[in-house]
């Protein structure tokens, strides 16, 4: 049993009223939500205000895609909420289970609903940020250093077949010029299911794998289908792919996007082929998840060609 099991909603509750600034306590309505990968959410509600409440579960840090990095997201929460790109941070903490706990607070939703235009507005508004972020991971930036992260995964699981037949789709070293490294705060995990709909806008979720790279990595995650699936959501139709491209207010990292992206939807397909295999005798439900995410990668691979 996880560490994180133990705490009941009834413990939470009692916890967070020693975290936050809730004047009237008595029509407060803590609600949980489904379970992630690395992470459990709960809503709670008061009046005149919602919250999200996180609670990140141990030995997630090693992950060689996605290592979990509670305190990350904590910084860039402190930063970006300034801005309008993030959910004010209210409380980060240690949870009576020992585990990092964080709180997102906002103004109550109207609506549910994101619009295409409005998510790469909030994304291109967060890659144009130029204050600095500290404390974050340095992460692969750019075709040349993607790829190379790819082949690292591959070569954890050497014996793997489908490793063998991913790498013929492995797009070619030299088919874009080497170029320095771009480095700036991305999200690495952006798409629908990371957006939330607040009283005062679209807001930037889940900072928890963020760290230094290019932006194109963010406009990669977004038209993923790999990522969707991972997330619960449906992949991107392609004209809704294209309204996203067209708002992107970056061009020229659209741009870059474009020629750059084989490499990112390689390395994705690549993590997820470590995780399905790597996960197939501990966690059959994850695995399969993991396996699904793989066919849309190689299946938008196919079609790119």
């Known amino acids: 049993m996880r560490v994180s099991e133990r705490l009941s909603d009834t413990e939470l509750l009692a916890f967070l009223k020693t975290l936050l600034p809730v004047k009237d306590w008595s029509e407060a309505r803590l609600r949980p939500l489904p379970v992630s990968y690395t992470c459990r959410f709960w809503w709670l509600t008061v009046p ?68 295409v235009g409005e998510a790469a507005e909030l994304i291109g508004r967060f890659a144009a940020l130029n204050e600095p972020i500290p404390s974050h991971q340095i992460v692969p930036s750019g075709y040349h250093e993607v790829l190379k992260s790819g082949d690292d995964m591959l070569a954890l699981i050497p014996q793997s077949r489908k490793a063998a037949n991913l790498l013929r789709l492995r797009p070619e070293t030299d088919a874009v010029p080497r170029r320095e490294p771009v480095r700036s705060l991305v999200h690495r995990s952006f798409c629908l299911g990371t957006i939330l709909a607040t009283g005062d806008g679209a807001r930037l979720i889940d900072w928890q794998f963020a760290g230094l790279g290019d932006p194109v990595e963010d406009i990669a995650c977004f038209v993923s289908p790999g990522l969707a699936m991972l997330y619960g959501i449906h992949p991107l139709v392609a004209h809704v792919e294209d309204m996203f491209l067209e ?50 990668e190689v299946d938008l691979l196919l079609r790119l060609r």
């Open 48 to 115: 005149g205000r919602s919250y999200l409440i996180k609670e990140f579960f141990p030995d997630n840090e090693e992950n060689p895609l996605y290592p979990t990095l509670p305190e990350q997201e904590a910084d860039a929460l402190a930063v970006l909420a300034r801005h309008g790109l993030a959910p004010d941070l209210e409380a980060f903490a240690q949870s009576p289970a020992g585990t990092p706990l964080l709180v997102y607070g906002n103004a109550p939703r109207q609506s549910e609903e994101i619009e």
């Open 247 to 296: 708002a992107y207010p970056q061009q020229e990292t659209v741009e870059r996007f474009l020629e750059e992206r084989t490499a990112y939807h390689w390395r994705l397909a690549a993590y997820c082929l470590l995780r399905h295999e790597t996960l197939s005798t501990t966690n059959a439900p994850a695995a399969r998840a993991y396996g699904r995410a793989l066919e849309e």
